[in-house]
């Protein structure tokens, strides 16, 4: 980021992880329009000491209607991104396949991935007519290495958003629009409240570090990703692992 007044649409900035990529990125002559669905008061902190203009936008992802009144809202404010990363997800949670059902599958793909292709079938045409952009997914090292069980509603959509995310980067490459994601291993924030603790415990012990990621291993990938530094990398799923996926 070089402060030349970009514009940064967030998807799930209200998230730990956003939130923390919110503060590596602050600068000024940074907009960064800040989707959330419930919970508006981080980012309401940040705006308090950001040097960025931290624009807050509320849509529930899980229904269209409300993510196309965002992206009108965008069109109002008469803010066209040129970068965006996309952090939302649903929680996830340990449900055995012989319990599962569609609909928890429909859950996490509305969220996850109708939001983006609605938000990018909306952006990416500002972006083309500009000659640059910057996307970034958040996916897990799941689309790496062997996933868990237990999980296969949450590795199915992560590996449908590594499919979109390498079709947009070979489609959009010689248009100057880099499009590239990150996949962290199990990472401390608040999406493992339904993890069970013991759970948590033992990756942390089993992994080559002695601990879980932080957002603060994260953010700073990000950042690059997004810098001009980064112009020359498209179609990338970067691990952020601590060493579990050689």
Partial sequence: MN???STILMIGASSD????????????NLSILAHYNRNI??????????KSEIIP??????S??????MLIEIDKLNMHPDKLVHLAAPRPSYIRFKHITWDHFQYALNIELRSIILILNHCLPHMV???????????????IGVPPK?????????FALLGLMRSLAAEYADKSICINAVSPTMTETSFLIDFPNKLVEMTAAAHPQKRNATTKDIAPV?????????AFITGANIPISGGTDF
Avoid: P
């Avoid at 008061?41 to 950001?50: E, I, V, Y």
């Avoid at 269209?64 to 009144?69: A, G, K, L, V």
């Avoid at 007519?129 to 689309?143: A, D, E, P, R, Y």
């Fill in 3 to 5: 402060g030349s007044g």
């Fill in 17 to 28: 992880i956003g939130c923390e990529v919110i503060r590596t990125l602050d600068e000024e």
């Fill in 41 to 50: 008061n981080n980012l309401q902190k940040l705006q308090a000491t950001s």
């Fill in 57 to 62: 936008l509320q849509a529930d992802l899980t």
């Fill in 64 to 69: 269209e209607d409300e993510i196309n009144n």
């Fill in 129 to 143: 007519k500009n000659k640059m952009g910057k996307v970034v997914f958040i996916l897990t090292s799941n689309c």
């Fill in 150 to 158: 237990a999980l296969s509603h949450y590795t199915t959509t992560k």
């Fill in 222 to 230: 990000i950042k690059f990703l997004l810098s001009k530094e980064g």
